[in-house]
């Protein structure tokens, strides 16, 4: 059984940090190819930051130069560090990892970001 358990979110000012981690435990491994996904209230959920089995990343617009997303394979955790935060960044992020056709998804933090 694949679990993804998410950690780290909160209530943060604009302008602020918060880092998110995503613990992967079960028949995957943190290697895999991962992605953070947030929804906003009342908007669709998107890609926010993906990284490679390969470790090549790539950002969404909105938030390139502002998130890192990294990996510690050693405790199996992939992380979002995220700077700069905005009151536009106020979402629920998801993380998720891929093995081979499935795609599996944590539970989703909440950051509500106060302007």
């Known amino acids: 059984q694949v679990q993804l358990v998410e950690s780290g979110g909160g209530l943060v000012q604009a302008g602020g940090s918060l880092r998110l981690s995503c613990e992967v435990s079960?028949?995957?491994?943190?290697?895999?190819?991962m992605a953070w996904h947030r929804q906003a209230p009342g908007k669709e959920r998107e890609l926010v930051a993906f990284i490679s089995s390969a470790d090549s990343t790539h950002y969404a617009h909105s938030v390139k130069g502002r998130f890192t997303i990294s990996r510690d394979n050693g405790e199996n955790t992939m992380y979002l560090q995220m700077n700069s935060l905005k009151h536009a960044d106020t979402a629920i992020y998801y993380c998720?990892?891929?093995?081979?056709?499935?795609?599996?998804w944590g539970q989703g933090p909440q950051v509500p970001v106060c302007p």
């Open positions: 998720n990892a891929v093995s081979g056709s499935l795609i599996y």
């Open positions: 079960g028949t995957i491994a943190s290697t895999n190819a």
